[in-house]
């Protein structure tokens, strides 16, 4: 049982260094009114954005903290105490 604690301790490590990356790598969302005013909206790329590389990170993301929470709540349990 000690192997399984040792892995998940460093998975988790892992996961929060890759996380935290993956988060800063992120862009703003200063587009909003100000990118429907002048026109942005209607633009290539926001047409497509769900096949871009943000909506690529933010997937990667959503699962990263995922794991992460799962990972925190399993070390912390008395399943691998």
Known sequence: ME????????A???????LTIIVLMQEGKDNGLSGTL?????????KNKGRSKD????????VLAVLYF????????????
Do not use: H, M, Q
């Open 3 to 10: 192997v399984v604690k040792t892995i998940s301790t460093i």
């Open 70 to 81: 799962v990972l925190a709540i399993l070390l912390r349990s008395k399943w691998l105490a």
């Open 12 to 18: 988790f490590i892992i996961i929060s260094i890759v």
């Open 55 to 62: 909506s690529v990170i933010k997937k990667v993301t959503v």
């Open 38 to 46: 002048t026109g942005t909206a209607d633009s290539y790329w926001a």
